[in-house]
């Protein structure tokens, strides 16, 4: 269903949300946009994506898994409560790497604590009608329109937002603000987005994950990472970027926690025996795009890369650029 | 609800001197994630220890509660007995020995309010001068020769001045592992044509991209500091005017720079007379050169002369006071220039305000009498544990670990009467201690810090301290009023008021300005933007002043041992050997060795060392590494299981007292042998 809101409801419309939900939206704090809970602020909504993706609500990069606590030799557990949410303002490309860590945390082995907190967030999606400089969704078929995925898609038109529904739940969140909206029609979205694609082609014609494959194994990645400090910022920000490490902190009682892990640290790939195959820095670089190009396409059936281009906004050495593949 | 809210709180980093700014994730009060904020210094950026900052604040070996000590046990006590026996047990040490056998120890990781209530606690209500911070452990040298060359002892330029220069040396700094952010701008300006001279016996990431790297032997950077300068000399690319207009003592130092002609310099640095030729040409040529150094520079018995042959190859080119120009020590924790700047200094009042100056003015402003005589600085305090010092308090540090000679150390503060540390984990300090205070970390608490630039930021309360720990400037201020000093605290807010009224550098820093941004000091009222560039139109003592220093004689050892950090570790540990991810990248540690060395002595990747000194002896495995010479060792100190400074010595520098901790010379053995 598809539904015109005035910019001035919106506000309104997340209110009504919020008696159900705890709503997560982009906020200005200091000068720059942060998902954190909202309590009525003006949102960030013509900011740059946050640099944390939302992908990391579902997958904390720090989380206690349970709480341990010993008494007479006995362990008892607790485990966190998981609180239902909804996300706004989420954009496409981070939709598309939530899709994609679906099909890697849903499948067997079955990711408990994801699903439980997938199954209690609802999402409202934004499509892009500005994007960014660092922006390249389109090239790699993630953007900037959402397809599915959400509850909700607002598309800014300008003086008003079209609402689109996409799930039982957004009608349902729909119809608690049923007053506030008005039926409407997806003619001027579909120019907007033309218009927006294009604009994100246009920066880079030549972009696109086949020409992305083949240059993989043509870069020189030992130069390319001469700079490279190993800093694991660009897997702390990727949105498709789930490695994690458990640890047992605290004895006798205490928690176990899981840790975001990046597979650009080195003790990442070092084996008991302490050889390591990827000792060097190109070598973990290059497997680090192989992984998002070519192997997780073949596990989940999407492209492991959104073009959100954060990989690049965090690069200490400027060396994640889209230059690289040209 | 509230309390389950995600919410992102800016903050400053806590590690290094760099200052970068960085928003923590909360939900629960717990951090949950850390991204980096957009603004100067880091624009975006984050080094692998800044990323998982939210590895150690929430981590359940956190310190809770009081302790005191009952016996060879701690057992836990309430606030209110801890401080009264404390001030108990201190008023008792004054009485019976005077108050110069009090010392405190403040903390490069508290904030600039918490250090100075410790000085004012120290001074007003101990009675004592006997003050000190970490920084007398590394940029003391500093302090003293650009202090007393320049007129400020601390970074001339700002961080983003680099992106204008067109040579940076740098100079016994690990920048890329040790200073990333900095690191960020210097490969930044490369980019952009910059040209790099590394000059560090090791081939650190930085010497690799370098145009050019001079590999001289540890300890021998003055030889080659002054045949730089005799180069640029001889070549006529000082720049006179500069010289006549800002400076003086040039003329004196001319016929000792003579001597140290690139051949002398070869024979000492071993570095080949040609390339030191070329970096001579390379600094003395450009337009605005920069000379960036660290630990490599200050840490020796002769940092303060190191710093000075700096000091006069920047003064005769003219590379001061100009954009892109200046001198960049690197200060190593989040908050040792503001400790220093809060008067955590025998010497000094806050703003590097001299006692036997501005005495009056700080009896005025505390309306008390205030002690005269100098104090001692931190490794005289500890050598003179247990017989003149008596009762010491020690705000997080970990000198158990971070001293030179750590057996002595130990002896030192286990013969005290009564030793209080504040902390926020468990250490090899704490162990020692009678009392131990919780403390709240970086996460927890308003405050401000200044970081290596000179730029005063603040830090902002993400997450409630754990049990009853309390943030150091309450401790203080409780203990001060116990003293009878009253100090009507409310918040750390109102302790900066007080600083700005009582110290001009700071004059016009409140956290009203600072929620809008950093500030440069000196900042002397509130209409005053602050002050990136230093000594812009002129110095402050008029003239800067030249003066020779000669190279000290080098004993030829077998093995020098060359002591620093890791990049996944800070310092003694306490914080990042607690992240598991930090952990696993370097779980122990290690001793660079040349594979040459290696191969004459049978020893192969991992093989178990013992390293002796006549200090000490530990026990570390070798890692075999093109990146050190032959003949030389290094290891990083922040090991408990090899901890690197049972080897270091007690050698001070005459000027600024700072300990050798940089090198040692070392036998090494295989452990099976």
Same mark, same amino acid.
């Given at each position: 269903?598809?539904?015109?809101?005035?910019?001035?409801?919106?506000?309104?419309?997340?209110?009504?949300?919020?008696?159900?939900?705890?709503?997560?939206?982009?906020?200005?704090?200091?000068?720059?946009?942060?998902?954190?809970?909202?309590?009525?602020?003006?949102?960030?909504?013509?900011?740059?994506?946050?640099?944390?993706?939302?992908?990391?609500?579902?997958?904390?990069?720090?989380?206690?898994?349970?709480?341990?606590?010993?008494?007479?030799?006995?362990?008892?557990?607790?485990?966190?409560?998981?609180?239902?949410?909804?996300?706004?303002?989420?954009?496409?490309?981070?939709?598309?790497?939530?899709?994609?860590?679906?099909?890697?945390?849903?499948?067997?082995?079955?990711?408990?604590?994801?699903?439980?907190?997938?199954?209690?967030?609802?999402?409202?999606?934004?499509?892009?009608?500005?994007?960014?400089?660092?922006?390249?969704?389109?090239?790699?078929?993630?953007?900037?329109?959402?397809?599915?995925?959400?509850?909700?898609?607002?598309?800014?038109?300008?003086?008003?937002?079209?609402?689109?529904?996409?799930?039982?739940?957004?009608?349902?969140?729909?119809?608690?603000?049923?007053?506030?909206?008005?039926?409407?029609?997806?003619?001027?979205?579909?120019?907007?987005?033309?218009?927006?694609?294009?604009?994100?082609?246009?920066?880079?014609?030549?972009?696109?994950?086949?020409?992305?494959?083949?240059?993989?194994?043509?870069?020189?990645?030992?130069?390319?990472?001469?700079?490279?400090?190993?800093?694991?910022?660009?897997?702390?920000? @990727?949105?498709?970027?789930?490695?994690?490490?458990?640890?047992?902190?605290?004895?006798?009682?205490?928690?176990?926690?899981?840790?975001?892990?990046?597979?650009?640290?080195?003790?990442?790939?070092?084996?008991?025996?302490?050889?390591?195959?990827?000792?060097?820095?190109?070598?973990?670089?290059?497997?680090?795009?192989?992984?998002?190009?070519?192997?997780?396409?073949?596990?989940?059936?999407?492209?492991?890369?959104?073009? @959100?281009?954060?990989?690049?906004?965090?690069?200490?050495?400027?060396?994640?650029?889209?230059?690289?593949?040209? | 609800?509230?309390?389950?809210?995600?919410?992102?709180?800016? /903050?400053?980093?806590?590690?290094?001197?760099?200052?970068?700014?960085?928003?923590?994730?909360?939900?629960?009060? +717990?951090?949950?994630?850390?991204?980096?904020?957009?603004?100067?210094?880091?624009?975006?950026?984050?080094?692998? +220890?800044?990323?998982?900052?939210?590895?150690?604040?929430?981590?359940?070996?956190?310190?809770?509660?009081?302790?005191?000590?009952?016996?060879?046990?701690?057992?836990?006590?309430?606030?209110?007995?801890?401080?009264?026996?404390?001030?108990? &047990?201190?008023?008792?040490?004054?009485?019976?020995?005077?108050?110069?056998?009090?010392?405190?120890?403040?903390?490069?990781?508290?904030?600039?309010?918490?250090?100075?209530?410790?000085?004012?606690?120290?001074?007003?209500?101990?009675?004592?001068?006997?003050?000190? *911070?970490?920084?007398?452990?590394?940029?003391?040298? /500093?302090?003293?020769?650009?202090? &007393?060359?320049?007129?400020?002892? &601390?970074?001339?330029?700002?961080?983003?001045?680099?992106?204008?220069?067109?040579?940076?040396?740098?100079?016994?700094? *690990?920048?890329?592992?040790?200073?990333?952010?900095?690191?960020?701008?210097?490969?930044?300006?490369?980019?952009?044509?910059?040209?790099?001279?590394?000059?560090?016996?090791?081939?650190?990431?930085?010497?690799?991209?370098?145009?050019?790297?001079?590999?001289?032997?540890?300890?021998?950077?003055?030889?080659?500091?002054?045949?730089?300068?005799?180069?640029?000399?001889?070549?006529?690319?000082?720049?006179?005017?500069?010289?006549?207009?800002?400076?003086?003592?040039?003329?004196?130092?001319?016929?000792?720079?003579?001597?140290?002609?690139?051949?002398?310099?070869?024979?000492?640095?071993?570095?080949?007379?040609?390339?030191?030729?070329?970096?001579?040409?390379?600094?003395?040529?450009?337009?605005?050169?920069?000379?960036?150094?660290?630990?490599?520079?200050?840490?020796?018995?002769?940092?303060?002369?190191?710093?000075?042959?700096?000091?006069?190859?920047?003064?005769?080119?003219?590379?001061?006071?100009?954009?892109?120009?200046?001198?960049?020590?690197?200060?190593?924790?989040?908050?040792?220039?503001?400790?220093?700047?809060?008067?955590?200094?025998?010497?000094?009042?806050?703003?590097?305000?001299?006692?036997?100056?501005?005495?009056?003015?700080?009896?005025?402003?505390?309306?008390?009498?205030?002690?005269?005589?100098?104090?001692?600085?931190?490794?005289?305090?500890?050598?003179?544990?247990?017989?003149?010092?008596?009762?010491?308090?020690?705000?997080?540090?970990?000198?158990?670990?971070?001293?030179?000679?750590?057996?002595?150390?130990?002896?030192?503060?286990?013969?005290?009467?009564?030793?209080?540390?504040?902390?926020?984990?468990?250490?090899?300090?704490?162990?020692?201690?009678?009392?131990?205070?919780?403390?709240?970390?970086?996460?927890?608490?308003?405050?401000?810090? /200044?970081?290596?630039?000179? +730029?005063?930021?603040?830090?902002?309360?993400?997450?409630?301290?754990?049990? *009853?720990?309390?943030?150091?400037?309450?401790?203080?201020?409780?203990?001060?009023?116990?003293?009878?000093?009253?100090?009507?605290?409310?918040?750390?807010?109102?302790?900066?008021?007080?600083?700005?009224?009582?110290?001009?550098?700071?004059?016009?820093?409140?956290?009203?300005?600072?929620?809008?941004?950093?500030?440069?000091?000196?900042?002397? /009222?509130?209409?005053?933007?602050?002050?990136?560039?230093?000594?812009?139109?002129?110095?402050?003592?008029?003239?800067?002043?030249?003066?020779?220093?000669?190279?000290?004689? !080098?004993?030829?050892?077998?093995?020098?041992?060359?002591?620093?950090?890791?990049?996944?570790?800070?310092?003694?540990?306490?914080?990042?050997?607690?992240?598991?991810?930090?952990?696993?990248?370097?779980?122990?540690?290690?001793?660079? !060795?040349?594979?040459?060395?290696?191969?004459?002595?049978?020893?192969? *990747?991992?093989?178990?060392?013992?390293?002796?000194?006549?200090?000490?002896?530990?026990?570390?495995?070798?890692?075999?590494?093109?990146?050190?010479?032959?003949?030389?060792?290094? !290891?990083?100190?922040?090991?408990?299981?090899?901890?690197?400074?049972?080897?270091?010595?007690?050698?001070?520098?005459?000027?600024? +007292?700072?300990?050798?901790?940089?090198?040692?010379?070392?036998?090494?053995?295989?452990?099976?042998?």
């Amino acid at each position: 269903m598809m539904f015109f809101l005035e910019k001035r409801d919106l506000p309104e419309l997340l209110r009504r949300a919020g008696a159900f939900f705890e709503i997560i939206a982009p906020v200005l704090i200091n000068g720059e946009p942060q998902l954190v809970s909202w309590r009525g602020e003006d949102l960030a909504l013509s900011a740059p994506n946050p640099l944390l993706p939302p992908t990391r609500l579902f997958l904390p990069p720090r989380e206690t898994l349970f709480t341990y606590l010993q008494e007479s030799g006995l362990y008892t557990f607790e485990v966190p409560e998981v609180r239902n949410r909804l996300i706004f303002g989420l954009r496409p490309c981070d939709l598309r790497a939530l899709s994609l860590l679906d099909r890697i945390m849903l499948a067997e082995p079955f990711d408990e604590l994801y699903s439980k907190r997938r199954r209690s967030t609802a999402i409202i999606a934004l499509n892009c009608t500005e994007p960014d400089e660092s922006c390249f969704c389109a090239q790699m078929g993630a953007g900037p329109e959402a397809h599915e995925g959400f509850d909700l898609l607002l598309t800014d038109l300008g003086e008003r937002y079209l609402l689109e529904t996409g799930s039982p739940a957004g009608i349902m969140l729909a119809r608690a603000s049923e007053e506030l909206l008005e039926r409407g029609d997806d003619v001027e979205k579909r120019k907007l987005m033309r218009e927006s694609r294009d604009r994100i082609m246009s920066a880079r014609p030549w972009l696109s994950p086949e020409r992305m494959r083949s240059r993989l194994r043509e870069i020189d990645w030992r130069s390319l990472s001469e700079e490279c400090i190993s800093c694991g910022g660009c897997s702390f920000v @990727c949105p498709t970027c789930h490695c994690f490490t458990i640890a047992d902190l605290g004895l006798p009682d205490g928690e176990r926690i899981r840790c975001a892990d990046s597979c650009i640290l080195s003790g990442f790939h070092r084996m008991a025996s302490g050889a390591n195959p990827k000792a060097r820095a190109e070598e973990r670089l290059s497997s680090w795009y192989m992984e998002k190009l070519e192997h997780m396409p073949v596990r989940t059936g999407l492209l492991g890369c959104v073009g @959100c281009g954060r990989c690049d906004r965090v690069c200490f050495s400027g060396l994640h650029r889209t230059d690289i593949f040209r | 609800m509230q309390v389950m809210a995600l919410d992102a709180i800016e /903050t400053t980093c806590v590690y290094c001197g760099c200052g970068c700014g960085l928003y923590l994730h909360v939900e629960n009060n +717990k951090i949950i994630a850390v991204t980096p904020s957009l603004k100067p210094p880091a624009r975006g950026r984050l080094c692998a +220890k800044g990323w998982l900052l939210h590895g150690f604040a929430n981590h359940p070996d956190r310190l809770r509660e009081p302790l005191m000590r009952r016996g060879d046990r701690h057992v836990q006590t309430s606030w209110s007995e801890a401080l009264s026996f404390i001030a108990r &047990s201190f008023d008792e040490i004054k009485r019976d020995s005077g108050p110069d056998a009090l010392a405190v120890l403040t903390s490069a990781k508290a904030t600039n309010e918490e250090n100075y209530l410790l000085m004012k606690l120290c001074r007003a209500a101990l009675g004592t001068n006997n003050i000190d *911070n970490v920084a007398r452990l590394c940029h003391a040298p /500093t302090l003293f020769a650009l202090g &007393s060359s320049l007129g400020s002892g &601390s970074m001339t330029n700002p961080i983003a001045s680099l992106l204008h220069s067109d040579v940076i040396m740098i100079i016994g700094s *690990n920048t890329t592992e040790q200073h990333p952010a900095v690191a960020l701008h210097i490969m930044e300006a490369r980019r952009n044509g910059a040209r790099i001279v590394a000059v560090d016996p090791r081939r650190t990431k930085m010497a690799k991209i370098a145009d050019l790297h001079l590999q001289l032997r540890p300890g021998t950077d003055i030889a080659l500091l002054n045949a730089i300068l005799s180069i640029v000399i001889r070549e006529g690319m000082i720049d006179e005017e500069f010289i006549r207009s800002r400076t003086e003592g040039f003329v004196d130092i001319l016929d000792h720079i003579a001597e140290y002609t690139p051949e002398v310099a070869e024979r000492i640095c071993g570095v080949p007379a040609g390339l030191i030729h070329d970096a001579a040409v390379m600094y003395g040529g450009a337009e605005a050169a920069a000379i960036v150094y660290a630990m490599g520079i200050t840490q020796h018995a002769h940092g303060t002369d190191n710093v000075q042959a700096i000091v006069n190859l920047a003064l005769a080119t003219g590379n001061l006071g100009r954009d892109g120009s200046g001198i960049y020590p690197l200060r190593g924790h989040q908050n040792v220039q503001g400790a220093c700047d809060m008067g955590a200094l025998p010497d000094y009042y806050t703003g590097y305000q001299k006692i036997s100056e501005f005495r009056e003015k700080f009896e005025g402003a505390w309306d008390v009498e205030l002690p005269a005589s100098q104090g001692m600085t931190a490794v005289e305090i500890m050598s003179s544990a247990g017989s003149e010092i008596r009762g010491m308090y020690i705000s997080g540090e970990n000198p158990a670990l971070s001293y030179p000679d750590s057996s002595r150390i130990r002896k030192s503060l286990e013969s005290l009467d009564l030793l209080v540390v504040s902390e926020i984990f468990p250490t090899e300090t704490t162990r020692m201690a009678d009392v131990v205070l919780p403390i709240a970390s970086f996460a927890e608490k308003y405050g401000t810090v /200044t970081s290596t630039e000179r +730029k005063v930021q603040l830090i902002r309360k993400a997450i409630d301290p754990p049990g *009853n720990a309390l943030p150091e400037w309450v401790v203080a201020a409780r203990l001060l009023e116990i003293f009878g000093i009253s100090s009507g605290y409310d918040t750390s807010a109102d302790v900066m008021r007080e600083i700005a009224a009582l110290t001009p550098s700071y004059g016009g820093i409140s956290h009203e300005r600072l929620e809008r941004g950093g500030i440069h000091w000196p900042c002397p /009222t509130q209409e005053h933007h602050g002050t990136p560039v230093l000594y812009r139109d002129g110095f402050p003592r008029g003239r800067a002043v030249f003066r020779h220093v000669d190279q000290r004689g !080098m004993e030829d050892e077998r093995f020098t041992l060359i002591i620093g950090r890791s990049q996944y570790h800070f310092h003694t540990g306490s914080m990042t050997r607690r992240v598991c991810i930090l952990e696993r990248e370097v779980p122990e540690a290690f001793v660079d !060795m040349n594979p040459r060395d290696a191969a004459a002595l049978g020893i192969r *990747n991992g093989t178990g060392l013992i390293l002796e000194s006549e200090s000490g002896t530990i026990r570390a495995r070798a890692r075999l590494s093109d990146d050190v010479r032959e003949g030389m060792l290094f !290891m990083p100190f922040h090991f408990r299981e090899s901890p690197a400074n049972m080897l270091t010595e007690w050698q001070l520098d005459r000027f600024s +007292k700072i300990p050798a901790l940089k090198m040692v010379s070392v036998s090494i053995r295989r452990e099976d042998a």
